[in-house]
Nanobody, 116 residues
Framework: QVQLVESGGGLVQPGGSLRLSCAAS????????MAWYRQAPQKQRELVAT???????NYADSVLGRFTISRDNAKKMVYLQMNSLKPEDTAVYYC??????????WGQGTQVTVSS
């Protein structure tokens, strides 16, 4: 079983930066692909970025070039560096752990608000 706890959200001005962190428990963290999702009010949850167990990354077009996902398997951490933030990035951001043939695990979410 994997437990995930996100942190690092907050209020930031447009153009600013934030780094989200996701702390994972469980000895098999390294075998899981990790992802960040977000959900804005009255919108569906959407995929932001993924990182495979081997470190390959993918991004939604809306964040490509501005966000960077990374992981530290030794610390069981996943990060989302968010630069050049826009008001439309405002959402609750969730961390997810996934592995083929196994259930997905989700964190509780962290609020990011981009506003002047």
């Amino acid at each position: 079983q994997v437990q995930l706890v996100e942190s690092g959200g907050g209020l930031v001005q447009p153009g600013g930066s934030l780094r989200l962190s996701c702390a994972a428990s469980g000895s098999i963290f390294m075998f899981y692909a990790m992802a960040w999702y977000r959900q804005a009010p009255q919108k569906q949850r959407e995929l932001v970025a993924t990182i495979s167990s081997g470190g390959s990354t993918n991004y939604a077009d809306s964040v490509l070039g501005r966000f960077t996902i990374s992981r530290d398997n030794a610390k069981k951490m996943v990060y989302l560096q968010m630069n050049s933030l826009k008001p439309e990035d405002t959402a609750v951001y969730y961390c997810k752990a996934g592995r083929a043939g196994f259930v997905d695990y989700w964190g509780q979410g962290t609020q990011v608000t981009v506003s002047s």
